[in-house]
Every structure is written in structure tokens, then in C-alpha cells.
Nanobody, 120 residues
């Protein structure tokens, strides 16, 4: 069994910064991609940023230059540094990890979500 626990959401004014963190625990052999997604009511969940276990990153166009994703493979953590926040960044942010354990297939694991609210 695998668990992802997020922290760091909250309320911030436009132009401010927040840092989200996520730690994976449980039956883990290898963590492949780790990423952050976000969702607002009535819309599908969208990719914000992803980082491979080799360190390659990919970002949504809307956050490029403002957000930075990083991971610590030794600690099974992934973080998202969010700068120059805008009201349109308001959403529930979810941590995601593709985890290889002792089962026959990789597990696509999700955190419980953390609210980020940016006021104008």
C-alpha cells in the first residue's frame, strides 16, 4: 500500500508565493514520475508540473517561469515552489506519483489534495 501526504496549501495574495510538499510512503521500490495537478470545480484535473526520476521536468504553459518542481529521491518527496501567484492559480492541488512496489503493476497514487487560494 502506498500513501501520498501533501502539505503547504493556504491563502495568499496575488504576487505572493507558496511551497507545496508531498511525501510518499509505504511499499515502494521505485518512484517513477512525480507531479502536481490541480482542479477547480466543474473542470477536469489538469497537469501543473511533472518531474521524472532522472530529473527532467515539464510544466503547463500557464505556470512556466513562475513554478518550479523538484524532488528528493532519497526522501521520496516532491515539492512545488509557486511564485508570482495569480488568482487563476486558485485550485485544489494534488500530488501524484507512479510507484513500482512489490505488486505486478505500477501504482498511480494520489494525495488527498490541498487548497491553494490566491486573492486579488
Amino acid at each position: 500500500q502506498v500513501q501520498l501526504v501533501e502539505s503547504g496549501g493556504g491563502l495568499v495574495q496575488a504576487g505572493g508565493s507558496l511551497r507545496l510538499s508531498c511525501v510518499a510512503s509505504g511499499s515502494i521500490l521505485t518512484i517513477n514520475d512525480m507531479g502536481w495537478y490541480r482542479q477547480v470545480p466543474g473542470k477536469p484535473r489538469e497537469l501543473v508540473a511533472v518531474v521524472t526520476n532522472g530529473g527532467s521536468t515539464n510544466y503547463a504553459d500557464s505556470v512556466k517561469g513562475r513554478f518550479t518542481i523538484s524532488r528528493d529521491n532519497a526522501k521520496n518527496t516532491v515539492s512545488l515552489q509557486m511564485n508570482s501567484l495569480k488568482p487563476e492559480d486558485t485550485a485544489v492541488y494534488y500530488c501524484n506519483a507512479v510507484i513500482t512496489g512489490w505488486g505486478p503493476f505500477p501504482v498511480d497514487a494520489w494525495g488527498q489534495g490541498t487548497q491553494v487560494t490566491v486573492s486579488s
